[in-house]
């Protein structure tokens, strides 16, 4: 019987938990001091540009990074039979972490970050070395977790190890080129590039092979089946390594960019549909004999309300690098809401997910409360269609407005437009978004403190006995 070192797990999930809220409740401030009463509480460190960095930083780093990062130390070693390579190592990595990324994200408003969007991170707060800190531990970690895999015990490799070696790989060359090489290149368009392509693939390839190794894992282990297709799931992890690192430039389209890497990406970002299919088909066949466990378990439906958000996004984002989509949707609400429904419709849901298959088990108690982890579903769901169609439907109605042009037949036409239509009556037409914008994040942050205390219970409590739990069911 295999003994699993599961403290390094503890040591990062627990505190990633409290960071899920943190970020949130920055959120939703910004929802609200910076869009429906603008600076209603005014200050040096409080306005938009400081306090959104942290925002990000928070959701990102310290709460998804982080949450995953937890997870894989779980189900890593539970897949290759054999315990962490080095528990020592873990726990230092961890610590290291926790300290690097605490102290930067929150000295952004002290304005030291950088001004590169989700490569913020600062080389240096006073004495600390952040960002060197920083990717001492991602080595760390790096090192770990390969080793884990290559001392298994288990020769045959689940597809979420699969999934876990690339995000080791893409991961470290992701960060490096966001948080080093963006500085190698020269000043100017070279450098909006690299910055684009580590603004995507910080989703696509950091944040989807850690989501989608957590889903292909807990969903067998939750509804109790075999995944439905290994060859399928394959399939789709090896069209994410030949696709996404292509996609970033559809962020620049119409830019002063090479029109060939405009289309390139373009090409590539209709591709998507591959891995994604993959996905998406592979999780919904897996429970198509199992569907009675989706309203009996809210992990199973956070893992397939995820796998519903997945196609969207995926959706939403090759239609937003066509031309003539591009033209109505950049830099408006709708690449916001893309974002979101990513990283948090998505990537969330299945760490969530896999946070209430893992908990119980490092703990060895039942969870706390099944009801509450119901709320919590429906609650997240009550907030979430809000928040997403409000950032998705304003964004593409944002975009209208500025594409006034249309009405016209030359680009003299279009300029006068824009003269004629200044930009605070756009601002005049976005409140009302922005107001189920607000509402939708108040829920689910509240949602989400319901799972905190869930989950707090559970780890601090003693589980109640089977007997006592019975008599309060029948107990009037």
Same mark, same amino acid.
């Given at each position: 019987m295999v003994k699993y070192e599961d403290l390094p797990v503890k040591l990062m999930l627990y505190p990633a938990i409290f960071f899920m809220i943190m970020g949130m409740t920055v959120g939703v401030f910004i929802a609200f001091n910076g869009f429906l009463f603008p600076d209603y509480f005014a200050g040096e460190y409080v306005h938009f540009g400081r306090v959104r960095p942290v925002h990000v930083g928070t959701v990102t780093l310290l709460w998804l990074l982080s949450a995953d990062i937890?997870?894989?130390?779980?189900?890593?070693?539970?897949?290759?039979?054999?315990?962490?390579?080095?528990? !020592?190592i873990a726990c230092l990595s961890a610590g290291l972490w926790w300290l690097a990324l605490v102290i930067g994200v929150y000295s952004y !408003?002290?304005?030291?970050?950088?001004?590169?969007?989700?490569?913020?991170?600062?080389?240096?707060?006073?004495?600390?070395?952040?960002?060197? $800190?920083?990717?001492?531990?991602?080595?760390?970690?790096?090192?770990?977790?390969?080793?884990?895999?290559?001392?298994?015990?288990?020769?045959?490799?689940?597809?979420?190890?699969?999934?876990?070696?690339?995000?080791?790989?893409?991961?470290?060359?992701?960060?490096?080129?966001?948080?080093?090489?963006?500085?190698?290149?020269p000043e100017g368009i070279s450098r909006v590039n690299v910055s684009f392509f580590y603004v995507h693939n910080l989703v696509g390839l950091i944040f989807t092979p850690m989501g989608l190794a957590a889903a292909y894992?807990?969903?067998?282990?939750?509804?109790?089946?075999?995944?439905?297709?290994?060859?399928?799931?394959?399939?789709?992890?090896?069209?994410?390594?030949?696709?996404?690192?292509?996609?970033?430039?559809?962020? &620049?389209?119409?830019?002063?960019?090479?029109?060939?890497?405009?289309?390139?990406?373009?090409?590539?970002?209709?591709?998507?549909?591959?891995?994604?299919?993959?996905?998406?088909?592979?999780?919904?066949?897996?429970?198509?004999?199992?569907?009675?466990?989706?309203?009996?378990?809210?992990? &199973?439906?956070?893992?397939?309300?995820?796998?519903?958000?997945?196609?969207?996004?995926?959706?939403?984002?090759?239609?937003?690098?066509?031309?003539?989509?591009?033209?109505?949707?950049?830099?408006?609400?709708?690449?916001?809401?893309?974002?979101? $429904?990513?990283?948090?419709?998505?990537?969330?849901?299945?760490?969530?997910?896999?946070?209430?298959?893992?908990?119980?088990?490092?703990?060895?108690?039942?969870?706390?409360?099944k009801r509450l982890a119901n709320w919590h579903f429906t609650l997240n769901m009550l907030g979430s269609v809000p928040f997403l169609l409000a950032l998705w439907v304003g964004?593409?109605?944002?975009?209208?407005?500025?594409?006034?042009?249309?009405?016209?037949?030359s680009y003299a036409t279009f300029h006068n437009n824009l003269t004629m239509m200044t930009f605070i009556d756009t601002i005049a037409e976005m409140h009302p978004f922005w107001v189920l914008r607000a509402v939708g994040g108040v829920i689910i942050l509240f949602a989400n403190i319901l799972f905190v205390v869930n989950i707090f219970n559970t780890i601090v409590l003693k589980p109640v006995p089977a007997m006592k739990r019975a008599e309060a069911k029948v107990t009037p």
């Open positions: 937890g997870l894989i130390y779980y189900f890593v070693p539970r897949l290759c039979g054999v315990p962490i390579w080095s528990k !020592p !408003p002290f304005g030291t970050n950088f001004g590169w969007e989700y490569a913020e991170l600062p080389n240096w707060v006073s004495i600390v070395p952040t960002k060197a $800190i920083t990717t001492l531990a991602w080595v760390l970690v790096v090192i770990n977790i390969l080793m884990t895999i290559a001392t298994r015990k288990y020769e045959k490799m689940y597809v979420s190890l699969w999934y876990t070696m690339g995000t080791m790989i893409w991961t470290t060359f992701t960060f490096i080129t966001g948080s080093y090489g963006i500085n190698w290149v894992y807990f969903l067998p282990k939750l509804a109790n089946t075999p995944i439905y297709s290994h060859k399928l799931s394959m399939v789709g992890f090896w069209s994410i390594a030949f696709v996404y690192a292509w996609i970033g430039s559809h962020h &620049i389209i119409h830019g002063p960019v090479s029109q060939w890497l405009q289309t390139t990406s373009i090409v590539f970002s209709l591709w998507l549909f591959i891995p994604v299919w993959t996905v998406v088909t592979n999780l919904f066949a897996t429970l198509k004999d199992q569907w009675a466990q989706y309203s009996q378990s809210a992990p &199973i439906r956070f893992l397939m309300m995820g796998n519903i958000f997945y196609l969207l996004t995926c959706i939403q984002g090759p239609l937003m690098a066509l031309r003539n989509i591009n033209e109505i949707t950049s830099k408006t609400d709708w690449v916001i809401g893309h974002s979101h $429904i990513s990283l948090y419709g998505t990537f969330t849901f299945f760490a969530i997910a896999g946070i209430y298959q893992a908990i119980p088990v490092i703990t060895n108690k039942p969870l706390w409360s964004g593409f109605w944002q975009g209208m407005l500025w594409s006034t042009w249309a009405n016209g037949t």
